[in-house]
């Protein structure tokens, strides 16, 4: 479930402890990583 979700780089310390990783985790923290997400989306548009 958590395989196909969006997180910020807030997460990185703990991926060695999840049982599923992210898809895609963002360069910045907190948010800083939110508008990079934002974005992203945006651009895909």
């Known amino acids: 479930m958590v395989a196909?979700?969006?997180w910020v780089n807030n997460i990185t310390p703990?991926?060695?402890k999840l049982n599923a990783k992210p898809k895609y985790v963002t360069r910045g923290n907190g948010g800083y990583g939110?508008?990079?997400l934002a974005?992203?989306?945006i651009s895909m548009r």
């Open 4 to 6: 196909n979700h969006i």
């Open 14 to 16: 703990l991926l060695g």
């Open 34 to 36: 939110f508008a990079e």
């Open 39 to 41: 974005d992203l989306l």
